[in-house]
């Protein structure tokens, strides 16, 4: 068998647990794709090759891009991993709506509600999985293992800021990086929007206290199915957001110190006025802090 023939071999079988996990079908997965369902069997027997549009047609119709099972396959390919991992971490990755908190509040203070925000963060694992998987490829450690935390923080930032505008049905674009604010409101009722994002328990930080509305990501690293362990310790190599919160703050909402290894004047969001911003995403699985109350952190709002 060619390596070309063994990496459909692996795209098929990958395609086939994933339709598998999701209960579907292969009626169901033939309809969605709109090919004959007749066809599914036959890839799935090994009997027939697809093409690169049938191909398209059964990602799509999984919930993956193309390139994303593509990539897997050849993980698979090349002993990297195996099926049933992928179909783990693919599965698991998904951001789920019963996470979401507080859509009225959402809506009211940023124009957009649930459905975009998962987008955003689902689009923004999307780009981080691929990076990883073109990084494991060539024999390299995840991203997460190359840079320091700081830069790993403000690329996921990047991605996200730009996954929030392509998202957003045009409310917003995303403004050059590291210009106030971060996001640029294109229509009502989009809003200036400075995005902040930091590592398990840190509170977001910058170098000035900028008053307006703010959304907040925190994020912890898990491994690729997302079990998480707190302690520094046992972190692992994929982001995972555990948290976003929403809310205006002022000038004065801001503690202003110099912190040592920071450039300069750092000013971070002071505990009451953080604890009071608007909850929207919450994983509890995710949780890094110690003390737990019903699920949530004690003191949490």
């Not at 079908?25 to 066809?39: G, Y």
């Not at 690169?52 to 919930?63: E, T």
């Not at 293992?145 to 996954?163: F, H, P, R, W």
């Not at 994983?283 to 949530?296: C, F, M």
Request: charged share 25%; aromatic share 6%.
């Amino acid at each position: 068998m060619t390596k070309g023939s063994e990496i459909v071999a692996a795209f098929i079988y990958l395609t086939k647990k994933l339709r598998e996990e999701q209960k579907m079908t292969i009626e169901q997965l033939a309809d969605l794709a709109n090919v004959h369902r007749t066809t599914i069997g036959l890839l799935e027997r090994g009997e027939r090759t697809p093409t690169l549009q049938v191909a398209h047609q059964i990602a799509s119709a999984l919930g993956f891009p193309i390139s994303e099972l593509l990539q897997d396959a050849e993980l698979i390919n090349k002993g990297k991993t195996n099926a049933d991992e992928i179909v783990a971490s693919h599965i698991n990755r998904k951001p789920k709506s019963n996470n979401l908190r507080n859509e009225d509040k959402l809506l009211s203070t940023i124009g957009i509600d649930g459905k975009p925000l998962l987008n955003a963060i689902d689009a923004c694992y999307q780009t981080l999985d691929t990076i990883d998987e073109q990084l494991i490829s060539k024999g390299s450690l995840p991203i997460a293992n190359l840079v320091e935390l700081a830069n790993l923080s403000s690329m996921i930032g990047n991605i996200i800021g730009g996954s929030i505008a392509d998202n957003s049905n045009g409310l917003y674009e995303r403004n050059r990086p590291h210009t106030y604010p971060d996001l640029i409101p294109l229509k009502e009722p989009a809003v200036n929007l400075e995005l902040k994002i930091a590592l398990e328990t840190n509170k977001p930080k910058g170098h000035l206290p900028k008053p307006g509305i703010y959304i907040i990501f925190r994020y912890v690293l898990a491994n690729k199915q997302g079990n998480y362990q707190r302690g520094k310790q046992y972190r692992g190599d994929t982001a995972w957001i555990w948290e976003v919160k929403v809310g205006e703050l002022k000038e004065d909402d801001f503690s202003c110190n110099n912190t040592e290894g920071d450039s300069g004047k750092t000013a971070v969001i002071k505990t009451k006025y953080f604890n009071e911003m608007a909850l929207v995403y919450y994983v509890p699985e995710l949780l890094p802090y110690a003390s737990k109350k019903n699920g949530l952190y004690v003191g949490y709002n």
